[in-house]
């Protein structure tokens, strides 16, 4: 049987709290709090003077008569664009497997993939080695600058639109990843690898049109993605307070304008709007790394003082644990004492539910009566009152659970061995909230004194029709010689 006092052995838990909650309570800041104050007003100032600015540049450009560079400087950029776009896709990468973000795994494999159709680009136009192309499949150079060009441009702007569309996916799926990881890696290698197996079988074009208005119109076709791109990175509105985001705005547009400003007008190889695009190439690569390095910076930082805090929120509760723990045994110790109490009281004490059955017996009250804690189980108070006084202590037990006052009473038990035991004492309710739950009695044994206050009483009734019967006069008095009793 359960004892009075015993603790539920089941503990507390500070389950519920989120990580910023937890956070909060070390002092330290939120994800949101970490993520930067509202820059969009110089933000946005900033990509209307790029815009202006390569708008502008583009004008007085397309009147460079003169310029002229050649293969060397043309080599060099490129040479240049292609191990940026392998730094971003790589750096790209380690921010996606920091925090898993589809867009990240997106932008890492579009780099990559654009680096090596760079390279692509890179060899097939250094001279010598586009000389002995020219011998050996006879192809225009005009062609294979305007193809290996064009091609890891597409390539790059379609996976940067679609990572604006899985994040899209993701908000209205409400998942992390709303694209599975190992079909953006087998993608990004199938278009890599048809990119450069296409020149098997097709011959490439020079995409340039001179009788338009516009020499190179194939070139709207990466400036219309990476347009859409910015619009859609813009309307989304994190670049107000992510710097990787906003650094990827500045990319976007640039490349954007490269193609739809610069290059789609370009007339010749080496002319001053060819240059100035693949300057721009380099420009925008080098922005997207920036934004990449303060995400991962930004990240690590966060990282950091997330951990800190929750060193200092560990720290925190394993002293409210100690304290906790402390406070438990303080209490296991203070209801053994009070078991301890109860157990050697000489009182009988009793807990019983509402309906008679027992919850609690001291050590008294086992001894009295004598029966044990198997027999208990299986009965009820009402089982052991004497017949004839079960229904006055029925009362009483459900007067005091309806809220009545304690009072003294008397009852009368039966014994384990068919003794009756008279015992005296009070009862009262145990009530959680409005409700009562059961009722705890101290009783004492006071058969020997009920037995005892019976026989002098039957002595004295003895006595008193003796003297009352007797044929002699019988009489006493005071000292004062005053009569106080006679028969």
Not at 240 to 249: A, G, K, N, S, V
Not at 353 to 361: C, E, I, M, S
Request: glycine share 8%; charged share 20%; net charge negative.
């Amino acid at each position: 049987m359960p004892e009075p006092g015993e603790l539920n052995s089941g503990t507390d838990t500070l389950d519920g709290r989120t990580a910023n909650e937890f956070i909060e309570l070390a002092g330290g800041s939120t994800e949101d709090e970490l993520a930067g104050p509202d820059r969009g007003l110089e933000h946005s100032a900033l990509y209307a003077v790029i815009f202006l600015v390569l708008v502008g540049g583009a004008m007085l450009l397309s009147n460079n008569l003169v310029w002229g560079s050649g293969p060397a400087l043309h080599t060099m950029m490129e040479t240049v664009g292609t191990l940026l776009a392998f730094l971003v896709g790589a750096l790209a990468l380690v921010r996606y497997y920091s925090r898993k973000q589809v867009t990240f795994l997106l932008i890492g494999c579009g780099f990559l993939g654009a680096a090596i159709l760079d390279l692509n680009h890179v060899v097939s136009t250094i001279p010598v080695l586009l000389e002995a192309s020219l011998i050996a499949d006879g192809v225009e150079p005009a062609a294979m600058y305007a193809w290996t060009w064009t091609a890891g441009r597409v390539y790059l702007s379609l996976f940067l639109f679609v990572s604006l569309l899985s994040w899209r996916q993701e908000v209205r799926e409400g998942r992390t990843e709303a694209i599975p990881e190992m079909s953006v890696y087998g993608t990004a290698l199938l278009l890599t690898v048809s990119n450069l197996l296409f020149f098997q079988f097709v011959e490439p074009a020079t995409f340039q049109s001179p009788n338009w208005v516009v020499n190179r119109p194939a070139e709207f076709i990466p400036g219309i993605f990476f347009a859409l791109a910015f619009i859609g990175y813009y309307r989304k509105g994190s670049w107000r307070r992510d710097q990787f985001e906003h650094w990827m705005l500045v990319s976007l547009l640039i490349g954007a304008l490269a193609h739809g400003a610069f290059m789609a007008f370009s007339e010749q190889r080496w002319d001053a709007m060819f240059d100035a695009a693949h300057l721009l190439k380099i420009l925008s690569y080098t922005a997207i790394l920036t934004g990449l390095l303060s995400s991962v910076y930004e990240t690590f930082t966060r990282e950091a003082r997330v951990l800190e805090a929750l060193t200092r929120s560990n720290d925190a509760l394993a002293r409210e644990v100690d304290f906790r723990s402390k406070t438990e045994q303080a209490v296991k110790e203070s209801s053994e004492r009070l078991q301890r109490f109860l157990d050697n009281a000489n009182d009988l004490i009793q807990s019983v539910g509402p309906g008679g059955r027992f919850l609690y017996v001291n050590t008294s009250w086992k001894q009295v009566l004598g029966y044990t804690d198997d027999q208990l189980d299986a009965m009820r108070v009402f089982d052991i009152v004497r017949p004839e006084h079960r229904a006055q202590f029925e009362a009483e037990l459900n007067r005091v659970l309806e809220g009545g006052e304690p009072r003294r009473y008397n009852v009368e038990y039966l014994a384990a061995d068919g003794r009756v035991v008279i015992l005296s004492g009070s009862t009262q309710a145990q009530f959680v909230g409005d409700k009562a739950v059961a009722t705890q009695s101290i009783l004492r044994d006071v058969t020997e004194q009920r037995l005892a206050e019976r026989r002098l009483d039957e002595s004295q009734r003895n006595l008193e029709a003796l003297v009352e019967n007797t044929g002699d006069s019988i009489w006493s008095v005071d000292r004062q010689h005053r009569l106080i009793t006679l028969n």
